[in-house]
């Protein structure tokens, strides 16, 4: 497998002219370059072996990455062991809810539910299908819950706080739930 060409245009700083310019800060590199990137520093490299303490190497089976002991890739889940820092946001996926029922899927994470024109029936994944501490936070986003109430069930045998279903009443009221793994849904 051949991780030393790249292909295509980069968009890189100004540091790392004289290249073609694209605007006033940015340049862009176009065509190939060949090599195994090693006079390039301070870049962090996708590469197959794991001796050189990159970032990230790639798993032998070329479709996961590892990184270290406390960083994996499985084809799926990128798992992170330890603290991250973030410096900026964080953007989690968002749905918004209008049907008079709705059944959660693992990668929603906030749910704002318009229950202005009807009830609406939130159905929560099975708890043994997630992860323990997988969240959803579901929120009355135009405050008509008072009216047009919000159920939030548990699916099969799972419980909400040892309960099947609970209700969002209250005018732009809001839950924030997470999963044990196992049967349960706990609210924070």
């Known amino acids: ?3 030393n060409i790249l292909s295509g ?3 890189a700083p100004s540091e790392l002219g004289p290249l073609k ?3 006033d800060e940015d340049f862009i590199l176009s065509g190939s370059l060949e090599g195994d990137g090693t006079g390039i520093i301070n870049v962090p490299r996708i590469v197959a072996n794991a001796e050189q303490y990159n970032l990230l190497t ?3 089976d070329a479709n996961s990455l590892v990184g270290n002991d406390n960083l994996t890739f499985d084809g799926q889940t990128f798992s992170v062991y330890g603290d991250i820092h973030f410096i900026g946001s964080v953007v989690n996926n968002f749905i918004s809810v209008t049907a008079p029922t709705y059944d959660v899927v693992p990668s929603d994470y906030y749910i704002a539910v318009d229950s202005t024109t009807n009830p609406i029936d939130i ?3 099975v708890a043994g299908n997630l992860p323990a501490g997988h969240t959803f936070i579901i929120k009355d986003q135009t405050g008509s ?3 047009n109430n919000i159920k939030i069930y548990a699916r099969n045998l799972d419980l909400i706080d040892n309960q099947n279903y609970l209700i969002l ?3 732009h009221s809001a839950i924030q739930i997470f999963c044990n793994g196992v049967d349960q849904f706990l609210i924070i």
């Open 169 to 171: 009443e209250s005018p």
């Open 9 to 11: 245009s980069v968009i």
């Open 58 to 60: 790639v798993g032998a």
């Open 145 to 147: 819950s008072q009216i």
């Open 1 to 3: 497998m051949a991780f």
């Open 123 to 125: 159905t929560l994944p």
């Open 21 to 23: 310019r694209q605007g």
